[in-house]
């Protein structure tokens, strides 16, 4: 008989590396390399750690020391980098399987490795089929991550001089990315992905992050994540959804 958490793995694995995902027992201890992604919030200076990762990498791309890079910079970066890491699999589960998970940092679990999509683990228990028993609404389940382990990393990176319009910002650009991706990878989930994804973003604290261009829909943040500013002289790329993109 197959495996239904298996197959929920490897259909959401073919997405890309950043839909991926492992899974534990909740209720089991945490052993390296594996560690809690809490710690991100309730350890100051884990955040700070990586943050600091972060900016060396971003600086080593241009051949400066770490600190060419503006600490709040590496900050945004960072946390978009959190953000898109969580709510890809969240977005990919409720669009290929209609299961609206509910998370919280305590139950996860991370590698913090640089340079892509770093190892993430889910609760084994959030994706039984008893689960989906009592499923909760696509809009409670947006509530309750937005609420949740989103707001507690919004406010964390917060600490490190990022404006929560950015950060929010990031939020709304890691929801479209991961929609856009899902619709790139199985272009027969493009419209249930979408929808999922406007379930999110209609949420009170993304609403006013973005708009959509009538006509082609075309999704633009009301912020910049700041990435640009990583380049020497601050004159690096913009992300295609940067709302700097029609002012240059």
Do not use: K
């Not at 197959?7 to 997405?15: D, H, K, R, S, Y």
């Not at 890079?69 to 699999?89: C, D, F, I, K, Y």
């Not at 992050?209 to 075309?218: K, P, V």
């Not at 633009?220 to 913009?238: E, F």
Request: hydrophobic share 45%; net charge neutral; proline share 6%.
């Amino acid at each position: 008989m197959t495996d239904p958490t298996a197959a929920t793995l490897e259909q959401v694995a073919a997405l890309g590396p950043f839909f991926a995902f492992d899974t534990h027992d909740q209720d089991s201890t945490t052993t390296e390399p594996w560690r809690p992604m809490s710690e991100l919030v309730r350890e100051p200076h884990t955040l700070l750690d990586r943050v600091t990762s972060v900016r060396a990498f971003l600086a080593a791309g241009s051949g400066r020391q770490p600190e060419a890079v503006e600490l709040r910079v590496a900050a945004s970066v960072t946390h978009l980098g959190l953000v898109a890491r969580l709510v890809s699999p969240v977005l990919a589960v409720a669009t290929l399987h209609g299961l609206p998970l509910s998370l919280s940092l305590e139950s996860l679990r991370w590698q913090p490795s640089l340079g892509g999509a770093f190892p993430l683990s889910i609760p084994r228990e959030a994706l039984a089929r008893e689960a989906q028993i009592v499923r909760r609404s696509t809009g409670q389940m947006a509530a309750n991550l937005l609420d949740g382990p989103i707001l507690e990393l919004v406010e964390a990176a917060r600490r490190l001089s990022v404006s929560r319009h950015v950060l929010w910002g990031n939020v709304a650009s890691a929801i479209n990315g991961a929609a856009t991706a899902i619709a790139a990878s199985a272009p027969a989930w493009t419209e249930h992905a979408r929808d999922v994804a406007t379930v999110l973003l209609e949420q009170p604290p993304l609403r006013d992050t973005h708009t959509r261009t009538s006509g082609d829909g075309r999704f633009r943040r009301h912020s910049c994540c700041l990435i640009y500013r990583a380049a020497p002289d601050a004159t690096g790329a913009l992300c295609g959804d940067c709302v700097l993109a029609s002012r240059r």
